[in-house]
C-alpha cells in the first residue's frame, strides 16, 4: 500500500520506501507497512503481560498507578503528537512507541538489573541482559503467532527504533548475525530515523511527567518540594494564578497537563528550526547528523533538574529502594531454582536441558503476579510481607 507523500514531510520514514522485512512479505491492501507493525504489535502476547509489570510501583501496590502498559500507551500518545507536529510518520512512532518496553522484566530495572548479574555469573563473557536488545529479541524470536517463521517479522525501521539502547559488544554480535542491520549504527556511531529519535524523547517526556503523578498520589513525593524545580514551579504559579481556587487532583493534572503540552510545542519549535537548518541534506542523511529532534537549551536543563529530581527522591526512596531489593532477590532465586532444576521451569519437557538464554526469556517475559506466585511455590514463603 502507498501514501500520497504530502501527507509527510520530506525527512518523513516513508512505508513505501521501507528497508523491508526479515522474511519477505506480500504488501497489505488497506495497510501500510508500519500499520502493519502496529497491529501485530498490540496483538502480541508481550503487549498484554506489559499491563501486569511494574513502571515504578509493583502492581499490587495499587490500582492507580502506572505498569508498563500505560506508560508505553502515554509515549505512544505524546509521540504522535509530536510526529503530527513535524509531518513525520505517526503509524511508525506508534509501533516503536508499543513495542518498545516488550522485553523488560518484571519488576522494571531492579529485575532486569538482577537477570543481567545472573547471566554475567553463567557466563561473565556473554552478553548479559538488555531490556531495549530482549525487547527485539521478543519480536524477531520469542513471539509465537505465525506458521512460517518465529517473532512478529517486523519492517527494519520499527526494529530499528525498537533497539534504543545497546552496548558495542552486543551490536557486534547482531551484526555477524544480520550484517548492516539494526546493530550497524551502534558500531558507526550513526543515527536512527527520525521517528525513532523522537520516540526516544518522548519516552522521557512521558515518564517524568507520570512518574511525578505517582510519586505525589503515593504520598513519597511533597507538593512543596516538587514546586521548588524550575518546570513543575512555573507551572504550579501559573495554574493558582488562573484557578485560585484549585487543589488536589486536579491541580496535580492541570500542572502536569500544561508540562507535558510545553514539552511537545517545544520539541516541535526545536526540531523543526533543526530541519530547516539542514534543508539542503536529504533524509537519509539525517543518520550522519547530530540528534535532530531534542528540545531547546532552555527547556533542556529544565527537563534534567526533573529528572535528576525524579532518581534521588523516587527512585531512590527507602520504601521504592526497599521493594526493589526485594524485587531483585525474586527474580535471582528464580533463575538460580531453574538452573539447578529444569523440573521447577512452568512446561518444561524431555531431556533438553534449556540454555541459561532460554531460561531468561522466560523469566523476562513473566509478568510481577506471575513471577511473586513462582517464588512462592518454590521456596514456600511469600516474596513481599
Same mark, same amino acid.
Given at each position: 500500500m502507498t501514501e500520497k507523500?504530502?501527507?509527510?514531510?520530506?525527512?518523513?520514514?516513508?512505508?513505501a520506501t521501507s528497508?523491508?522485512?526479515?522474511?519477505?512479505?506480500?504488501? /497489505?491492501?488497506?495497510r501500510n507497512a508500519f500499520q502493519r507493525d502496529r497491529d501485530r504489535i498490540v496483538h502480541s502476547t508481550a503487549f498484554r503481560r506489559l499491563v501486569y509489570k511494574t513502571q515504578v510501583f509493583l502492581n499490587h501496590e495499587g490500582d492507580l498507578f502506572r505498569t508498563r502498559l500505560t506508560h508505553s500507551l502515554e509515549v505512544a500518545?505524546?509521540?504522535r503528537s509530536i510526529a503530527r507536529g513535524l509531518g513525520l510518520h505517526e503509524d511508525l512512532v506508534e509501533a516503536i512507541s508499543l513495542a518498545h518496553d516488550l522485553g523488560h522484566t518484571p519488576f522494571g530495572h531492579a529485575g532486569q538489573d538482577a537477570l543481567n548479574q545472573a547471566l554475567k555469573r553463567v557466563d561473565p563473557q556473554g552478553q548479559g541482559f538488555e531490556h531495549n536488545l530482549q525487547s527485539l529479541r521478543v519480536v524477531d524470536h520469542l513471539?509465537?503467532?505465525?506458521?512460517?517463521? /518465529?517473532?512478529?517479522?517486523?519492517?527494519?525501521?520499527?526494529?530499528?527504533?525498537?533497539?534504543?539502547?545497546?552496548?558495542r559488544a552486543n551490536a557486534l554480535r547482531l551484526e555477524q548475525i544480520e550484517p548492516d542491520g539494526v546493530g550497524r549504527r551502534f558500531i558507526d556511531g550513526t543515527r536512527p530515523s527520525l521517528e525513532a529519535q523522537l520516540c526516544n524523547l518522548a519516552d522521557q517526556i512521558a515518564y517524568n511527567s507520570h512518574d511525578i503523578d505517582d510519586g505525589l498520589r503515593s504520598g513519597l513525593l511533597e507538593l512543596g518540594e516538587l514546586c521548588e524545580l524550575r518546570l513543575f514551579g512555573r507551572f504550579h504559579r501559573e495554574a493558582r494564578d488562573d484557578f485560585p481556587d484549585l487543589g488536589g487532583r486536579r491541580l496535580v493534572f492541570e500542572v502536569t497537563r500544561r508540562m507535558l503540552s510545553t514539552? $511537545?510545542?517545544?520539541? $516541535?519549535?526545536?526540531t523543526a528550526e533543526a530541519l530547516a537548518a539542514h534543508s539542503s541534506a536529504l533524509p537519509k542523511q539525517a543518520r550522519s547528523l547530530p540528534v535532530l529532534v531534542a528540545f531547546g537549551s532552555s527547556l533542556a536543563i529544565e527537563v534534567a533538574e526533573v529528572k535528576r529530581f525524579l532518581s534521588q527522591r523516587l527512585y531512590r526512596h527507602p520504601q521504592v529502594m526497599q521493594t526493589t531489593d526485594q524485587a531483585r532477590e525474586v527474580v535471582a532465586t528464580l533463575f538460580s531454582a531453574y538452573m539447578e532444576d529444569p523440573s521447577c521451569l512452568s512446561g518444561s519437557a524431555g531431556s533438553d536441558r534449556p540454555s541459561a538464554r532460554a531460561i531468561a526469556d522466560y523469566l523476562a517475559g513473566m509478568t510481577d503476579r506471575l513471577a511473586l506466585r513462582e517464588y512462592q511455590r518454590l521456596t514456600g514463603r511469600p516474596a513481599f510481607e
Open positions: 507523500p504530502d501527507h509527510f514531510s520530506a525527512w518523513a520514514s516513508n512505508p528497508r523491508g522485512r526479515r522474511r519477505p512479505e506480500s504488501d /497489505d491492501a488497506l500518545q505524546v509521540a513471539e509465537e503467532q505465525y506458521p512460517g517463521f /518465529d517473532g512478529l517479522n517486523l519492517s527494519f525501521e520499527t526494529r530499528e527504533g525498537i533497539l534504543k539502547h545497546c552496548s514539552q $511537545i510545542h517545544d520539541v $516541535i519549535a526545536t
